[in-house]
């Protein structure tokens, strides 16, 4: 075993990653050897797809199967072997399946790549004796830390565009122009590339396709549900039956929404749902009544405390038998946890059932409301007002503090830093690193918020297409505007966000709360001269240099 992709990773002075009988996340070492395997396999797949589309040959079933099996293996997603095994029977045959395509076509195959070429044991136990061959690490010893460090931030930062491409899938947002690059980066990473600057150019070709991924999945999610607008969530419990729905995934809850209605079931949002309450196609919901919770690292006690079943549509899960309420959470898409029930298809009738038969809340709380619903949409209607209030001298400065959650202690400088930003600022926020402080009262300059939730990690298209506007009102660069961006990194979603960003040319940028473990300090060294990236130190110090420029 050796995966060293997450924010809580095991450091030590010997090395970091997680190397042992199981990882930080509760990831046994069969599952994450299991994982390589799969993710060489995938690699294997994509080196045929990307040689048989010189030759007019794509398959739209393998084009959407890869980075679907390859969202499986992000933190905190699947842990289930037996559907890990099932990915890698499927992704043999698929690559089988091109294979014979290339070689009806006369293409030339010798020069295949050693995962293209990898020939896959029949059992569990063989793949487990291949896995060392398809470690992350592979080859460290020849080509050295530097490259076995790039060649993880790009393959990381794939896997978190992957995701992206299959939350858009699901919402009938493809691409074959993007379904070939990323057949090319995931071709090429399965060649183990030593080459410092070609992996380099490979990071930030990823950021750029990460950000066509991103405006495919807003496509999707608009295009679905309408714009989101600014809307009050209450986030304390109703009187009723109920269902908790967490994740990332929109249409899981617009389908639990149809199929609960009139049942007396109240539907509540957790974590990275939270945002949904914004979309008018949701919205409409009389019975989506709240949000519950916070994140993804609080579960096991607030899961359990929830009197009702829980819908997992993406990630993060974490182990459901420590709140002790495996037997009802359900699982959806790619999540998996063994013994859980997994939903296939839109027959959510088990999950309703569970609520029917659980007490639910048996009293109404005190409502207490926050803010969501500031995405593109919203921000842009905003903008205008924005734009006098900064002319006006009433707006100073823009944060953008945004990112995952997670439990260690450092991540209240977030909370902190928001707490600490002055009252002639503006905070936008997004992902599920807004539960640090998004209960807290900010309130407004000139009637606009001062604190404005944009959405899911996702939405940082939203938030980008922010500053774009501004820079063009106010005729600069992004880089020249009142705008910092203080990032909180956990897993690899974040990593290709950040690597979009970069992309881009933003610069300045404030990450933390620890730096990624891959990064040896001479690949840091480089992002920060050439990106003035900076880690976050304290909340005193990191405010006191932005608002000195
Ligand atoms: Fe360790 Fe993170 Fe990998 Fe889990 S996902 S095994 S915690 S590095
Ligand atoms: Fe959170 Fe898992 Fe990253 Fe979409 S839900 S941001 S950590």
């Given at each position: 075993m050796f995966c060293v992709q997450c924010e809580q990773t095991i450091r030590t002075p010997a090395g970091n990653g997680c190397?042992?009988?199981?990882?930080?996340?509760?990831?046994t070492s069969d599952t994450s050897d299991l994982q390589d395997v799969l993710i060489y396999m995938l690699q294997g797949i994509s080196w045929y797809a990307e040689r048989a589309r010189e030759f007019g040959i794509a398959n739209r079933e393998i084009d959407a199967f890869v980075p679907r099996a390859f969202f499986a293996?992000?933190?905190?997603v699947n842990f289930d072997n037996d559907r890990i095994i099932a990915l890698i029977r499927e992704a043999n045959a698929a690559r089988d399946l091109l294979k014979s395509a290339c070689e009806a076509k006369g293409?030339?195959?010798?020069?295949?790549s050693p995962a293209a070429q990898f020939v896959l044991a029949e059992d569990m136990a063989g793949m487990l004796l291949q896995a060392p061959e398809t470690?992350?690490?592979?080859?460290k010893e020849e080509v050295g830390e530097d490259i076995i460090g790039l060649r993880l931030l790009c393959l990381y930062g794939l896997k978190g565009a992957a995701a992206y491409m299959e939350h858009a899938r699901i919402l009938h947002q493809q691409n074959d122009d993007v379904y070939a690059e990323f057949h090319k980066h995931m071709a090429w990473l399965g060649t183990d590339p030593a080459d410092l600057m070609s992996l380099f150019d490979c990071a930030m070709a990823i950021g750029q396709m990460n950000f066509t991924v991103m405006g495919m999945l807003d496509k999707g999610e608009t295009d679905a549900f309408g714009h989101p607008v600014p809307t009050q969530v209450n986030v304390k419990p109703v009187k009723g039956k109920c269902i908790v729905v967490s994740g990332h995934d929109l249409i899981d809850l617009e389908e639990l929404l149809k199929q609960t209605e009139g049942k007396g079931i109240n539907i509540y949002t957790n974590g990275e749902m939270?945002?949904?309450?914004?979309y008018p196609e949701l919205k409409?919901?009389?019975?989506?009544v709240g949000n519950y919770g916070?994140?993804?690292?609080?579960?096991q006690h607030e899961f359990a405390a929830f009197p009702g079943p829980i819908l997992m549509t993406?990630?993060?899960?974490?182990?459901p038998n420590v709140g002790d309420y495996a037997d009802r959470i359900y699982t959806r898409n790619i999540v998996g946890w063994p013994g859980v029930q997994h939903i296939e298809g839109d027959d959510f009738s088990a999950i309703i059932e569970k609520a029917l038969e659980m007490p639910g809340f048996e009293y109404d709380e005190l409502p207490h409301n926050i803010l969501t619903g500031f995405a593109r949409n919203a921000l842009m209607s905003a903008a205008p007002a924005v734009i006098d209030a900064v002319k006006a001298g009433d707006i100073k400065h823009f944060f953008l503090i945004g990112g995952c959650d997670g439990?260690?202690?450092?991540?209240s400088y977030y909370k902190e830093f928001a707490q600490s930003v002055p009252e002639d600022c503006v905070i936008l926020t997004l992902a599920c690193g807004k539960f640090k402080f998004n209960k807290l009262e900010y309130g407004d300059i000139n009637g606009i918020?001062?604190?404005?939730?944009?959405?899911?990690?996702?939405d940082a298209y939203s938030a980008i297409q922010l500053a774009l506007a501004l820079a063009e009102a106010f005729e600069c660069g992004v880089n020249d505007l009142p705008l910092s961006l203080i990032l909180s990194w956990f897993e690899q979603k974040a990593i290709v966000i950040l690597l979009t960003l970069l992309s881009l040319g933003i610069k300045n940028i404030h990450v933390g709360p620890?730096?990624?473990?891959?990064?040896t300090d001479n690949l840091l060294n480089v992002l920060v001269e050439k990106f003035d990236l900076k880690l976050t130190t304290t909340v005193e110090q990191d405010m006191g240099a932005i608002l000195s420029k």
């Open positions: 190397a042992y009988s199981q990882g930080m996340c509760g990831k293996t992000l933190t905190n293409v030339n195959l010798l020069d295949a470690l992350p690490n592979r080859g939270l945002p949904a309450h914004g409409k919901y009389k019975h989506l916070s994140a993804w690292q609080n579960q993406s990630n993060c899960i974490i182990d439990d260690k202690a450092e991540r918020p001062r604190l404005l939730d944009v959405g899911q990690c996702n620890t730096t990624p473990a891959f990064l």
